[in-house]
């Protein structure tokens, strides 16, 4: 059974860091990227970060470039997503999804590390940034 359970969200202040996890199993993980997606309230999911376990490539769009990182640990399966300098916008549910890569179409240079290509999904994990 394929599995990705989020955790580590919570409540911080403004300007504060969180750091959000991905398990991932019932899959091969080398073979997939990982992304985290966020959906405020009445806003739609958007995608905050990828990493491809086949070459490391990673994503940022620009609203959280310089204040977010993603890395993964192969070995434990696992994706973390560090988020700094937190602000009240990046409140949401914060999700983490697996999309199958390819050496001959790399997901990452493909931009196909999106809503609609996502293979499994998790849970979400809770992120509220107090002002």
């Known amino acids: 059974e394929v599995q990705l359970v989020e955790s580590g969200g919570g409540l911080v202040q403004a300007g504060g860091s969180l750091r959000l996890s991905c398990a991932a199993s019932g899959f091969s993980f080398d073979e997939y990227a990982i992304g985290w997606f966020r959906q405020a309230p009445g806003k739609e999911r958007e995608g905050v970060s990828c990493?491809?376990?086949?070459?490391?490539?990673?994503y940022y769009p620009g609203s959280v470039k310089g204040r977010f990182t993603i890395s993964s640990d192969n070995a434990k399966n696992t994706v973390y997503l560090e988020m700094n300098s937190l602000k009240p916008e990046d409140t949401a549910v914060y999700y983490c999804?697996?999309?199958?890569?390819?050496?001959?179409?790399?997901?990452?240079?493909?931009?196909?590390?999106?809503?609609?290509?996502?293979?499994?999904w998790g849970k979400g994990t809770l992120v509220t940034v107090s002002s």
């Open positions: 990493i491809s376990a086949l070459d490391g490539a990673t």
């Open positions: 999804a697996a999309v199958r890569d390819f050496s001959d179409l790399p997901v990452i240079r493909n931009n196909l590390c999106n809503n609609n290509a996502m293979d499994y």
